[in-house]
């Protein structure tokens, strides 16, 4: 399924780590292959001159609501972007205090402003701030992919629940990052 290079972004949904301590964004060994499948995302999209927007936690300590329920993560100037990742010159960083990429943010106004028809989702947590992205992009109207390999479910529920609900509620599109890679050929 080719996807329309010029209608396209990519949102890249807290592919954040902790540079202090952090409850919920410590690196992993075991998510070694979902940070390379999100790296391998960011630089198909970059080479397919499709724009790069990262969504990023940037909690206030002490303030956001979501601390409550998941203690202290994506606190502002707290974290970063993965280091496998390249973020180039002309990447956006969209600040995010809730699950939703577009809640409370001007994602929306970018994407309309770049002529965006459809967003591309990679990762985490698939079952929460990339489900909560694309349920918000489906009432807006935005068609969705979500690139299963380069997203990852560990907080609650399950990576294949939270893929058959943005499949079948919000109608994305499923592919891996080889299937993206092709598709922006």
Not at 11 to 16: N, R, Y
Not at 28 to 46: E, F, G
Not at 78 to 103: H, M, Q
Request: aromatic content about 8%.
């Amino acid at each position: 399924m080719p996807l329309d290079k010029n209608a396209t972004a990519l949102l890249v949904i807290d592919a954040i780590e902790a540079t202090g301590a952090d409850s919920l964004y410590d690196p992993d060994a075991a998510t070694a292959a979902y940070r390379a499948a999100v790296a391998r995302a960011v630089d198909a999209c970059h080479a397919a001159g499709v724009p790069v927007i990262f969504c990023n936690d940037a909690h206030v300590r002490g303030l956001d609501r979501e601390l409550e329920l998941w203690g202290e993560h994506g606190i502002a100037g707290e974290s970063r972007i993965f280091p496998e990742i390249t973020v180039a010159e002309g990447d956006l960083v969209i600040p995010k205090r809730r699950y939703s990429g577009f809640f409370q943010t001007d994602l929306d106004l970018t994407l309309r402003e770049l002529g965006v028809r459809e967003v591309v989702a990679v990762g985490a947590d698939t079952n929460i701030c990339v489900l909560h992205t694309l349920a918000d992009a489906y009432f807006l109207g935005y068609a969705s992919t979500v690139v299963t390999d380069a997203t990852m479910t560990f907080l609650c529920g399950t990576q294949a629940g939270a893929l058959e609900h943005c499949e079948k509620c919000y109608g994305s599109a499923l592919m891996t990052v080889e299937e993206l890679e092709a598709a922006l050929r």
